[in-house]
């Protein structure tokens, strides 16, 4: 069955089942980050998992099949090794649990619990190539599962957050099979850096094509479909419109919560231009980011929940 299959039966045993200038000038600090990082070279999650569907149904973290509109996510944003990416890579998965709960308290409301969760990028984009010459490297198996370990004993979700660089989506996220075919595990596309043949990350905004979009989501889809899994987060990160430029052929799919994802930095009238000039409308929910360190005035939980349409996803990076 595999390595990461059988740390995956184990862990579930243990756990439960129930300005557009900005946005280049993060490209470079975010890839330097990742270029400094070690690159992994033990064995990813890419193992294919059994091809048994679960006939029971099963259940989100804290109970129930359904993410919104009964409940509004909080995440913290980052890479397991590198606090350079984020605020995950600040401190371990149990400090980062009580940091994400914390941070969530001021979003709860009257019939609506806030729900928490890591956002892990668990495939990072570097300038150089690497091995493989796709300018991304993946993350070890053995690194992420103490993230949903720990998701998991702080009833919250794990979201793997991908940037490819060459290589297409597609072709990426399937690596982490496995782990996606966890009712608690979802995902995020980050098309900052999906690259085009001949581009480097960090020197680049990237883009990603409604077609590719749907087409890891129709395989999400299944996964979820085969799994009787509840809904699962489906993330797509955007500052500016090039980012998805055929953005309203994006399908809504179901079993996927599909959150369009404003994540530019700056002030607030440049966040609330850009939020005007993004969000969504149904059937796809809303996210919004915060920087601690780049914004300027960051918003406040009350100015967040005032924004119209309000967010259901807010990431802290």
């Known amino acids: 069955m595999g390595v990461l299959v059988v740390a995956l039966t184990l862990l579930a045993a243990c756990g439960t089942d129930d300005d557009d200038g900005s946005g280049a000038e993060r490209a470079g600090r975010r890839s330097d980050g990742a270029a400094d990082r070690s690159r992994t070279t033990a064995t990813t999650a890419t193992t294919r998992p059994s091809t048994t569907t679960t006939t029971a149904p099963r259940e989100l973290p804290g109970g129930g099949r359904e993410i919104f509109p009964a409940r509004r996510v909080v995440a913290y944003y980052g890479n397991a090794t590198s606090p350079a990416l984020g605020v995950l890579g600040e401190t371990g998965p149990e400090e980062a649990?009580?940091?994400?709960?914390?941070?969530?308290?001021?979003?709860?409301?009257?019939?609506?619990?806030?729900?928490?969760?890591?956002?892990?990028?668990?495939?990072?984009?570097?300038?150089?190539?690497?091995?493989?010459?796709?300018?991304?490297?993946?993350?070890?198996?053995?690194?992420?599962?103490?993230?949903?370990?720990?998701?998991?004993?702080?009833?919250?979700?794990?979201?793997?957050?991908?940037?490819?660089?060459?290589?297409?989506?597609?072709?990426?996220?399937?690596?982490?099979?496995?782990?996606?075919?966890?009712?608690d595990v979802?995902?995020?596309?980050?098309?900052?850096?999906?690259?085009?043949?001949?581009?480097?990350?960090?020197?680049?905004?990237?883009?990603?094509?409604?077609?590719?979009?749907?087409?890891?989501?129709?395989?999400l889809s299944l996964i979820v479909a085969e799994g009787n899994l509840p809904e699962k987060l489906f993330v797509l990160h955007q500052f500016t419109a090039d980012m998805l430029p055929d953005r309203p052929a994006v399908v809504d799919r179901p079993?996927?919560?599909?959150?369009?994802?404003?994540?530019?930095?700056?002030?607030?009238?440049?966040?609330?231009?850009?939020?005007?000039?993004?969000?969504?409308?149904?059937?796809?929910?809303?996210?919004?980011?915060?920087?601690?360190?780049?914004?300027?005035?960051m918003f406040t939980p009350p100015e967040v929940l005032g924004l119209v349409p309000a967010p259901d996803l807010i990431t802290y990076q």
Request: aromatic share 8%; proline share 7%.
């Open 186 to 219: 979802g995902l995020a596309l980050d098309a900052e850096w999906r690259m085009a043949p001949g581009e480097v990350p960090g020197t680049v905004i990237g883009q990603v094509s409604a077609a590719e979009v749907n087409e890891v989501s129709a395989w």
């Open 255 to 297: 079993g996927l919560a599909t959150v369009l994802h404003i994540d530019g930095f700056g002030s607030q009238a440049q966040k609330l231009e850009k939020y005007a000039q993004l969000h969504a409308k149904p059937p796809f929910a809303n996210g919004l980011k915060l920087f601690y360190d780049e914004d300027i005035d």
């Open 97 to 183: 649990a009580a940091r994400v709960a914390l941070a969530a308290q001021p979003f709860a409301q009257p019939g609506r619990p806030v729900l928490g969760a890591f956002e892990l990028i668990v495939s990072v984009a570097h300038r150089s190539p690497g091995a493989d010459g796709d300018y991304s490297s993946p993350t070890d198996a053995s690194v992420i599962l103490p993230w949903l370990q720990a998701a998991r004993a702080h009833d919250m979700l794990l979201l793997l957050d991908v940037q490819p660089g060459r290589a297409s989506f597609v072709d990426e996220v399937k690596r982490y099979e496995a782990l996606l075919r966890e009712p």
